[in-house]
């Protein structure tokens, strides 16, 4: 048998390894966690230097030129254009030094759209909107659009060229390489230039970073500060934009758990595996425990039941070997010669009890007993026991009373195995009983089943010890056990006789009221013969 601490070293030997390989599985996650954010930083930096080139080449293609004009306009100090020689305006059109006419307007403009209202040919608009949009814009460049009823492509590029003037209105100290602006909720690049104005339009700017996005990594997001916003997370990878506005551009983790999901879902595998295992290692050492524990409490209480076993039998032996020298010697008179020939036969039968309560209960356990049912007259079984147990009553002073019921009742039982649990349960009663005390016994037919009660006045059993009292080898009170006789195994043989005739035995007691123990058998096998 093991000992405590050999069971703790048991659970230190079993335990112990497995918190090691989990401690180790932990940092192996640690590791693949960190290889899995180099690994990523690797990507990014492949990624940075492929999406920074892609937005460098698109800005710089991307750049438009939008003209400048006086807004409102400036007169000038060219005529103005009345003339109806076609000739003649056709030469001013041309004529890249023709001025401004006094109200402020391109004296080549009003020419050109004299000339397109004269002819009406597809050659004077076209080079009409080229005068009006490209050589000498001005505010009567909208007019001339909406006249020439030109193209929605040319419209759309002029109205971002005045959205353009107008965001340059508002911000009019640009520096000389350019600009990143934001304007009312729109990111804009400018840069003033002799010859006009250089910009990238926001529409522009969000195809170019929705392009670029498209080339990183499914975990991370483009940032440019000024730029284009990205939500939160680790920095994987910066990386300067070869273009004038001084701008960094950053990849960003803001999903890393994606990159992470590999080493993640093996961890939870392995830890799993290796929680399983320990509730495992657990649960087999709590039973091994729980097993040990039972089997000292086994031996324990085996070793109390020898000493109970060869107390009982020593003292009937004793007796029974003391009267018989005394009888050998012939020095008694007669009546005392028939009182020790009735204590000799009490004590035989006492000590006959005793064997085959122990024989009785070494066959139930090795799965031996063999039974006997037989029609049997219930009333007259307790009945002969009662009385037989009326001397060890009237020696211990007490009292037994069985409550006959009116009629006879027959049932298929083991006789004699019912007849040795009556004895055991009076055995008890009487022991347990106060002198002047009552035992009582009854049988009852009820709906369906047979109830035997033995009743007794005794001290009483708690609550918590109900259960255990049915257990082989079980002897409760502390003063009480030790005054009174026996071997812990009666009750243990009561409770397997009743359930071997399919019924259960129950106990009804409280400290300083008595005990009532209580055999319930199914009709069905108490059958009438």
């Known amino acids: 048998m093991l000992s405590s601490r050999s069971s703790t070293f048991l659970s230190a030997v079993v335990l112990i390894p497995l918190l090691v390989l989990g401690v180790l599985a932990w940092l192996g996650t640690r590791a693949q966690v960190r290889a899995a954010w180099s690994a990523a930083r690797d990507e990014a930096k492949l990624s940075g230097a492929v999406v920074a080139n892609l937005i460098n080449r698109e800005l710089a293609t991307s750049v438009e030129e939008v003209p400048l004009f006086p807004d409102p306009p400036v007169p000038g100090t060219g005529t103005e254009v009345d003339s109806d020689d076609l000739d003649e305006l056709r030469r001013l059109r041309d004529d890249s030094d023709a001025g401004i006419s006094p109200s402020g307007l391109p004296r080549r403009v009003l020419a050109a759209f004299r000339v397109f209202e004269m002819t009406q040919s597809d050659a004077d608009r076209d080079r009409l909107l080229i005068v009006a949009t490209q050589e000498s814009p001005s505010i009567l460049t909208p007019v001339v659009l909406e006249k020439t009823a030109a193209s929605q492509e040319l419209q759309q590029r002029w109205q971002q060229g005045e959205h353009a003037r107008a965001v340059f209105h508002r911000h009019p100290e640009l520096p000389a390489e350019g600009a990143w602006i934001f304007d009312q909720g729109e990111i804009w690049w400018l840069r003033k230039s002799d010859d006009g104005l250089s910009m990238i339009h926001p529409a522009r700017i969000q195809q170019i970073i929705r392009e670029a996005k498209r080339r990183l990594p499914t975990w991370a997001e483009l940032r440019i500060p000024g730029v284009a916003k990205s939500g939160k997370g680790e920095v994987m990878e910066r990386a300067a934009l070869d273009f004038p506005g001084e701008r960094v551009m950053e990849i960003v983790a803001v999903r890393p758990e994606l990159f992470q999901a590999a080493a993640r879902e093996q961890a939870r595998w392995t830890m799993g595996l290796l929680g399983f295992a320990v509730l495992i290692s657990a649960g087999g050492l709590w039973l091994i425990q729980r097993t040990m524990e039972r089997e000292r409490r086994l031996n324990a209480m085996k070793s109390d039941f020898v000493a109970s076993v060869s107390h009982e039998l020593r003292a009937p032996v004793a007796s029974i070997r003391l009267m018989a020298d005394t009888l050998k010697a012939g020095k008694i008179e007669s009546q005392t010669v028939r009182e020790f020939h009735e204590l000799i036969s009490r004590e035989g039968a006492r000590l006959s009890a005793l064997i085959e309560n122990v024989l009785d209960f070494a066959r139930i356990e090795q799965g031996r007993k063999e039974w006997d049912f037989e029609p049997t007259d219930l009333v007259g079984l307790v ?147």
Not at 414 to 437: E, W, Y
């Open 383 to 529: 009945d002969e026991t009662v009385d037989l147990m009326v001397p060890l009553g009237e020696e211990k002073q007490v009292s037994l009373v069985f409550q006959k019921p009116a009629k006879a009742l027959m049932a298929h039982v083991d006789s004699g195995a019912i007849r040795q649990v009556l004895v055991n349960l009076l055995d008890n009663a009487i022991k347990f009983s106060p002198q002047a005390g009552e035992v009582r016994v009854s049988l009852d037919q009820m709906d369906s089943e047979w109830r035997i009660a033995v009743a007794d006045d005794g001290p009483g059993i708690a609550a918590a010890d109900h259960a255990r009292i049915f257990e082989r080898f079980q002897r409760l009170g502390g003063e009480l056990r030790r005054e009174t006789q026996g071997t812990g195994i009666g009750l243990s043989l009561v409770k397997a006789i009743v359930e071997a005739h399919g019924g259960r035995v129950s106990l009804r007691s409280e400290p300083g009221r008595g005990s009532t123990f209580t055999l319930d058998v199914p009709r069905e096998m108490f059958s009438k013969s």
